[in-house]
């Protein structure tokens, strides 16, 4: 698109902004959209509504239609609300009230900014959605003194859109998702029009800034439409935002730049404002219309589209007082919080409260019983076209089980434990394929990764499915499709944020990231935890779909990334999070990790976090076999160990991840070559959550099982996958957790072959074997030479990659030779 | 600035990138700027050499000037480097080179680009500095090979810009900080130009797409200059980029939307692109000069301005194979790591690797001896005006220690324990103020913080200095000038970042963020956490100052946030770091809090977390007793205790934090007044690291030391401000750790009062005090009837709260009043 054309399309609104009266001239071309006409009266009435419902929740627990004079008893003894932001949602939400209901549109609000809680608590009970809901809480002066009381009360609603609030998908609390929320929620959603608020403060984060590019994944054709307002109230808790002091011109030219075309409603007389923001939000819906019919109708390409957008500057704290004890409030970030403090111990500032709760004048707003009048109440739309009643914002409701194949038939054929090596991911591939193909039709599902589907080895699913891809397409690209159904982004924050507001409006997907950089979602996934934790306890809101995550390109195999790549922390992050929503996953190879894909795809409520490498490894479990183990969690593998499952052994070697696995075997291998007589049992852990007491964790094992396995008082050497404090912690209630000896990654890494960064961080086989050998006193007694032996290993091993640069042959072509002649008991 | 005036600022480029032949018409205009003038000639030679270089890293191991015919046994078993970014990072290089020579200018250079180590590797070798700093890698054919064997190699450098890069600040491994690293850098570095290169990978972050606001706070007067350079090559692993795909209308709109003037570089054939780059980089430094000139020669504001930035379009893997097995790779994603694969043993492979090295004429670059030149070499700059060789990126070498006030001056007088309340972080405030008045001069501390600075308490900062704003500013503005040295941005992506490219050019800081939101740089940390344990490991790399947090607005005093703002989990991030980069303090009160602060700021190469409440809180220690407590780290609280140090307790009650600390004493008032006799001991800890074994921590107590205050078989509740799980795990190895009974944050939280999120979580004094019933049975049976009493006490208060909105007066009013006639033996 032209320079030239883009001053066309946003002509109206550049001489809107440029003409020095904040545009208002440009309204008024139908008798409707006068900014006299009654409809508009009407709608500040709903406006004034809200507004007094807003400041009653701040500062009231009684007396709640000023039907009495305000006294002292009437006001909260702690004052904790925000208002600054409240009048401009409130705004919003009844000028889209009115695009719905003339438009009859399926709409999804999302309210970014920070502490909007108050505007979302006190429309969704205008519009009847909360008491619907909440019956304790009804639409007459009862229901308001409740509604007023809970407000950032104990027990109650916090400041900010929560799960607790109707027609919300989590955009309260820590800033920066509410637009890739939007986008999320509008993929593969058609009929959808989200509206999505974003606040000038929250538009200074880094994720939010990235998001504006994910217009350039909508495809106008099968997704919905998001339409952002940028809501400029120009300051933060005590600074401008700088957005807030950017002129219009640099405004126009970063949304031109981003994307999109930008429309300008600025002002604070609300009478032009209401005509403005009407003829603003209708012109915007035609260009939608437009973008998707001329998509929807055509065959072919129609290229990126430029999707419009709005630019609202109004007031902080628009309609509150414009000044307390001297100081400019209205218009500033005294707005921000609480503009009149301690309003129940001083009579001067409870008067101002009391004078500007009348201004919005209860008595017109509102019958003798508080419920809204009528007329006033007949604005709103019916149903589930209520923006707190839309089903998108409770996705379990529209959520459909995926169609899955069975997993059974991708499954990696392992004669004998050890016979063969695979690709785990590569083999995952083909049955996320296969899942792709299934869900096709209902297209519900979606795979994010920053730039490393194929990086990671699930390139199967490009047999099936492209990536996303609205840009110009080159002939010689490939996998790049408007359908696509796989969304790559170098950014991991548009991935969690996509996937979660997909997730939360009803739909299914996986995101495959490098296990180290997974680290900068930590606080994304930590909301997301809080808000499944919260929803979970609150009945009207269905389950959704589990959040899953594939970590691949692990610690163990950064060959060449080095130091920087190797974090495999992301487990102990989210094992701090309330037991019921986590699993951590270790599948050891390549049907184990089908299992447990397949088996997390079908979970709800949870996030499932799988961790499995992407080279060529051995392969130990036949499928049946993988069932079974995976069901259990954890198990003895006999067929590993040199003593039966059910006696008693000298020494337990655990293990739980795909590396520590193949190196716990090796070891077992280099025991049994020195003591035959040694009786060892392999256990291997996939579900790390069985470890933990159950009374903390519901997949927690008894401590019967965990004693079977681990036994009371035998050494246990367990080669675990990450920082090994976390083993520590899941089993410090055992009986035996004093003779756990964990070895995992210890924060030493570099540049280096993979069993080199192995012996690095001592979860080798060498140094397993050298740990039996020191826990088994008796052993390595006898063993001296042994030691020796090893030691000398490590040291060759060493000499030959920093030679070679590659693994000593031994190591590189290892195999599991028990089954031709070990002691295995298989 | 209005939308003419950018269009004929940016009009000589839009020429340039719109007539068809990538601009190469608008050069020419000087002798010395001909595409074919002599010094462009030697540029492309001293290109081709850093391009050759860069190539044999990737391959070779063996035979680096190619003097013999090319053998599979000269080719690296494992090809693991990274090709597509380098060559155009080589010809920044060579051109930026010139530049500081022409116009001797102190310049940094920044490699944001992924995997871009070949070509850091290739520059710093080819201009001296490499071998400078690592004698064993000579400037010769010897030292060629080893600098080509050690690429990607075991105990080698990885393939990104790492520590051990010189020239470099930790712009490798994750991606997404360059620029915020470079504007870091720049702050109050008047004489220094940063010329920082941004891949369009990097660019789709979230973080880098905030940064380039970061303009908005560079202060032309005082700070130097960041010259952002957005390398667009098109592609990131197997995908196009969004902005290598986006039109130069959008790209030019988009910058001038972020407040830039952008530039365009654009083409593949090197000759005119010499041309080009060299006429561009001349008219942006004299832009760069123009704005530096005028702020530093005017009194009074120059406003925000126009700083130039250049957008670089040049082809993946440029120089290197056009096709490989019929696949285009030049230009396209195929040449993002290695072009050419399997070279040792692939004849037809290896015959294209040695075409293509080959064709950057190696022997016309290097002598027989394999040293560059010197006709070519003379085109470097010299000494430390060599990138590789500036003391900015090895900030250390200009590190100053801070001048620092006597912090007992700001300490409270605490007549007795509990004898008053203060607000922690008030008085700290106080103490900051002071800090930045001393080094006012010198103009080498900061404090960062989204937009907390008041809300956090530390306003006192604000009579010695204001926040940084370069936009405009009403008069009714407070606090906000060009100079400030508080800087706010609702971003803790850019705090974080600003901060570390502050510290790594020698500076100090303090960031200073709301706990639960820290989450969203936990990967920041990590990679710095990384990059100091690395550097710390490389002699010449100086030590920098500490990387300091104040936590605060924490977990327990979320009183309208609720569950969103409520995580205490950053410290069990950072305690997975090494552990002597990292420190955890939980100072008890505010004199404690002023100690560990001053303390925090003296340090370097580590990483202090400092959680601290804003609350009017009691004050336990006075400024003497703080110091003691402070510098042992741990210790026995005898006034609190009812028996004397030295004796054997029945039971000790352990607190690590402020609300901690305030219910574990008023749990010993109700334990005294139940069970008179009973021995308790009170053990505060402030720095968390003593509590680990002295092997994993330099910190930690020896077992004499810990099992002194804890003994060796007694009770302990021990009532943590975070998730419990750090405790236990970092007490595991103690001989006590089974009776070790945490309290701590459980993932449950709502809107609620102060105590009533205690006891949600049983940190409060009641739960605590029924802890020390149930693990001391004896008294569990004489005490049911107290227990019973407790129990009542929580209903009591659920019901008040839930009807008051505020805590019991008792508890409200509560005060440490063993003064006046307790069991203490103060």
Same mark, same amino acid.
């Given at each position: 698109?032209?320079?030239?054309v883009?001053?066309?399309?946003?002509?109206?609104?550049r001489?809107?902004?440029?003409?020095?009266?904040?545009?208002?001239?440009?309204?008024?071309r139908?008798?409707?959209?006068?900014?006299?006409?009654?409809?508009?009266a009407?709608?500040?009435?709903?406006?004034?509504?809200?507004?007094?419902?807003?400041?009653?929740?701040?500062?009231?627990?009684?007396?709640?239609?000023?039907?009495?004079?305000?006294r002292?008893?009437?006001?909260k003894?702690?004052?904790?609300?925000?208002?600054?932001?409240?009048?401009?949602?409130n705004?919003?939400?009844?000028?889209?009230?009115?695009?719905?209901?003339?438009?009859?549109?399926?709409?999804?609000?999302?309210?970014?900014?920070?502490?909007?809680?108050?505007?979302?608590?006190?429309?969704?009970w205008?519009? =009847?959605?909360?008491? *619907?809901?909440?019956?304790?809480i !009804?639409? #007459?002066? /009862?229901? +308001?003194?409740? @509604?007023?009381?809970?407000?950032?009360?104990?027990?109650?609603?916090?400041?900010?859109?929560?799960?607790?609030?109707p027609?919300?998908?989590?955009?309260?609390?820590?800033?920066?998702?509410?637009?890739?929320?939007?986008?999320?929620?509008?993929?593969?959603?058609?009929?959808?029009?989200?509206?999505?608020?974003?606040?000038?403060?929250?538009?200074?984060?880094?994720?939010?800034?990235a998001?504006w590019?994910?217009?350039?994944?909508?495809?106008?054709?099968?997704?919905?439409?998001?339409?952002?307002?940028?809501?400029?109230?120009?300051?933060?808790?005590?600074?401008?935002?700088?957005?807030?002091?950017?002129?219009?011109?640099?405004?126009?030219?970063?949304?031109? =730049?981003?994307?999109? *075309?930008?429309?300008?409603v600025? !002002?604070? #007389?609300? /009478?032009? +404002?209401?005509? @403005?923001?009407?003829?603003?939000?209708?012109?915007?819906?035609?260009?939608?219309?437009d973008?998707?019919?001329?998509?929807?109708?055509?065959?072919?390409?129609?290229?990126?589209?430029?999707?419009?957008?709005?630019?609202?500057?109004?007031p902080?704290?628009?309609?509150g007082?414009?000044?307390?004890?001297?100081?400019?409030?209205?218009?500033?970030?005294?707005?921000?919080?609480?503009?009149?403090?301690?309003?129940?111990?001083?009579?001067?500032?409870?008067?101002?409260?009391?004078?500007?709760?009348?201004?919005?004048?209860?008595?017109?707003?509102?019958?003798?019983?508080?419920?809204?009048?009528?007329?006033?109440?007949?604005?709103?739309p019916?149903?589930?076209?209520r923006?707190?009643?839309s089903?998108?914002?409770?996705?379990g409701?529209?959520?459909?089980?995926?169609?899955?194949?069975?997993?059974?038939?991708?499954?990696?054929?392992?004669?004998a434990?050890?016979?063969?090596?695979?690709?785990?991911?590569?083999?995952?591939?083909?049955?996320?394929?296969?899942?792709?193909?299934?869900?096709?039709?209902?297209?519900?599902?979606?795979?994010?990764?920053?730039?490393?589907?194929?990086?990671?080895?699930?390139?199967?699913?490009?047999?099936?499915?492209?990536?996303?891809?609205?840009?110009?397409?080159?002939?010689?690209?490939?996998?790049?499709?408007?359908?696509?159904?796989?969304?790559?982004?170098?950014?991991?924050?548009?991935?969690?944020?996509?996937?979660?507001?997909?997730?939360?409006?009803?739909r299914?997907?996986?995101?495959?990231?490098?296990?180290?950089?997974?680290?900068?979602?930590?606080s994304?996934?930590?909301?997301?935890?809080?808000?499944?934790k919260?929803?979970?306890?609150?009945?009207w809101?269905?389950?959704?779909?589990?959040l899953?995550?594939?970590?691949?390109?692990?610690?163990?195999?950064?060959?060449?990334?080095?130091f920087?790549?190797?974090?495999?922390?992301?487990?102990?992050?989210?094992?701090?999070?309330?037991?019921?929503?986590?699993?951590?996953?270790?599948?050891?190879?390549?049907n184990?990790?089908?299992w447990?894909?397949?088996?997390?795809?079908?979970?709800?409520?949870r996030?499932?976090?799988?961790?499995?490498?992407?080279?060529?490894?051995?392969?130990?479990?036949?499928?049946?076999?993988?069932?079974?183990?995976c069901?259990?969690?954890?198990?003895?593998?006999?067929?590993?160990?040199?003593?039966?499952?059910?006696?008693?052994?000298?020494?337990?070697?655990a293990?739980?991840?795909?590396?520590p696995?193949?190196?716990?075997?090796?070891?077992?291998?280099?025991?049994?070559?020195?003591?035959p007589?040694?009786?060892?049992r392999?256990?291997?852990?996939?579900?790390?959550?069985?470890?933990?007491?159950?009374?903390?964790?519901?997949?927690?094992?008894?401590?019967?099982?965990?004693?079977?396995?681990?036994?009371?008082?035998?050494?246990v050497?367990?080669?675990?996958?990450?920082?090994?404090?976390?083993i520590?912690?899941?089993?410090?209630?055992?009986?035996?957790?004093?003779?756990?000896?964990?070895?995992?990654?210890?924060?030493?890494?570099?540049?280096?072959?993979?069993?080199?960064?192995?012996?690095?961080?001592?979860?080798?086989?060498?140094?397993?074997?050298?740990?039996?050998?020191?826990?088994?006193?008796?052993?390595?007694?006898?063993?001296?030479?042994?030691?020796?032996?090893?030691k000398?290993k490590?040291?060759?091993?060493?000499?030959?990659?920093?030679?070679?640069?590659e693994?000593?042959?031994?190591?590189?072509?290892?195999?599991?030779?028990?089954?031709?002649?070990?002691?295995?008991?298989r």
């Amino acid at each position: 698109m032209s320079g030239a054309v883009i001053v066309i399309l946003s002509d109206i609104n550049r001489r809107a902004s440029s003409e020095g009266d904040n545009g208002r001239q440009n309204v008024g071309r139908s008798e409707a959209m006068s900014s006299r006409s009654p409809q508009f009266a009407m709608m500040d009435r709903y406006w004034r509504a809200a507004n007094y419902v807003s400041v009653g929740q701040i500062y009231l627990m009684d007396n709640p239609l000023l039907r009495e004079p305000l006294r002292a008893e009437h006001v909260k003894p702690r004052l904790l609300g925000h208002w600054g932001t409240t009048p401009g949602l409130n705004f919003i939400y009844v000028h889209l009230n009115r695009l719905i209901r003339e438009r009859d549109l399926d709409m999804l609000f999302i309210c970014g900014p920070g502490h909007g809680g108050p505007a979302m608590v006190a429309n969704t009970w205008l519009e =009847g959605t909360y008491s *619907e809901i909440y019956p304790d809480i !009804g639409r #007459d002066s /009862e229901g +308001m003194k409740e @509604l007023f009381k809970q407000f950032s009360f104990p027990g109650g609603v916090p400041s900010h859109a929560a799960p607790e609030t109707p027609g919300s998908i989590h955009e309260g609390g820590e800033l920066g998702y509410a637009l890739v929320h939007g986008f999320g929620a509008a993929f593969d959603n058609p009929d959808l029009v989200v509206a999505c608020v974003v606040g000038d403060g929250e538009a200074e984060t880094g994720p939010l800034a990235a998001t504006w590019h994910s217009s350039k994944f909508l495809n106008p054709r099968t997704d919905g439409a998001v339409l952002p307002i940028l809501h400029l109230n120009g300051y933060k808790i005590a600074n401008p935002t700088l957005m807030g002091r950017m002129n219009d011109d640099d405004l126009r030219s970063l949304f031109i =730049g981003y994307g999109y *075309e930008p429309f300008f409603v600025e !002002g604070s #007389d609300p /009478e032009p +404002m209401h005509a @403005l923001m009407a003829a603003t939000l209708d012109q915007v819906m035609e260009r939608i219309r437009d973008i998707q019919t001329t998509a929807r109708t055509t065959t072919g390409s129609t290229g990126l589209p430029r999707w419009p957008m709005i630019v609202l500057r109004s007031p902080k704290g628009w309609t509150g007082p414009k000044e307390v004890d001297g100081k400019k409030v209205e218009g500033f970030w005294r707005a921000h919080q609480v503009p009149v403090s301690n309003a129940r111990d001083d009579d001067a500032h409870r008067q101002i409260l009391e004078e500007w709760m009348r201004s919005y004048g209860p008595d017109e707003l509102f019958d003798t019983e508080g419920r809204l009048l009528p007329e006033i109440a007949a604005l709103a739309p019916e149903g589930t076209k209520r923006m707190g009643a839309s089903p998108y914002a409770n996705g379990g409701l529209l959520k459909k089980d995926l169609a899955l194949p069975d997993w059974k038939s991708f499954a990696v054929d392992v004669p004998a434990p050890g016979g063969r090596t695979a690709e785990g991911t590569h083999i995952l591939g083909a049955y996320l394929r296969d899942v792709v193909r299934l869900n096709a039709a209902s297209r519900n599902f979606r795979l994010m990764g920053p730039d490393e589907t194929s990086s990671n080895r699930l390139d199967a699913v490009f047999e099936a499915t492209d990536r996303v891809w609205m840009e110009g397409i080159e002939p010689y690209d490939v996998h790049l499709a408007p359908e696509g159904r796989v969304m790559e982004v170098l950014s991991e924050h548009l991935c969690q944020g996509w996937l979660e507001g997909y997730l939360l409006t009803g739909r299914h997907g996986l995101f495959s990231c490098y296990e180290a950089f997974i680290h900068i979602v930590d606080s994304m996934v930590n909301q997301h935890a809080k808000w499944l934790k919260t929803s979970a306890e609150l009945s009207w809101r269905e389950p959704i779909a589990s959040l899953n995550y594939l970590l691949t390109s692990h610690v163990w195999r950064q060959d060449h990334n080095g130091f920087s790549h190797q974090d495999p922390g992301f487990s102990d992050f989210v094992a701090n999070k309330k037991a019921d929503t986590v699993r951590l996953y270790f599948p050891p190879d390549a049907n184990t990790l089908l299992w447990v894909a397949d088996h997390c795809l079908r979970t709800w409520n949870r996030i499932n976090v799988i961790t499995a490498g992407k080279q060529p490894a051995p392969q130990w479990l036949t499928a049946q076999e993988a069932e079974g183990h995976c069901k259990a969690g954890a198990g003895i593998w006999e067929w590993a160990s040199t003593c039966p499952a059910d006696e008693e052994p000298d020494l337990v070697m655990a293990c739980a991840g795909d590396v520590p696995t193949m190196e716990t075997l090796a070891a077992v291998d280099l025991l049994v070559a020195d003591s035959p007589g040694l009786r060892i049992r392999v256990v291997n852990v996939v579900d790390l959550m069985t470890l933990q007491a159950r009374s903390e964790h519901p997949h927690g094992f008894s401590d019967e099982t965990f004693d079977a396995l681990f036994t009371k008082d035998r050494p246990v050497i367990f080669a675990y996958h990450g920082y090994p404090y976390l083993i520590h912690r899941l089993t410090y209630r055992r009986a035996n957790h004093d003779n756990i000896h964990v070895h995992g990654f210890r924060e030493e890494g570099t540049t280096t072959t993979p069993f080199d960064m192995a012996v690095m961080n001592q979860i080798d086989r060498f140094h397993l074997t050298l740990a039996a050998l020191r826990w088994l006193p008796q052993l390595s007694q006898r063993s001296a030479q042994f030691s020796a032996t090893l030691k000398k290993k490590l040291e060759e091993h060493k000499a030959y990659v920093y030679e070679h640069g590659e693994d000593m042959p031994e190591i590189r072509n290892w195999t599991w030779r028990r089954e031709a002649g070990g002691a295995g008991v298989r």
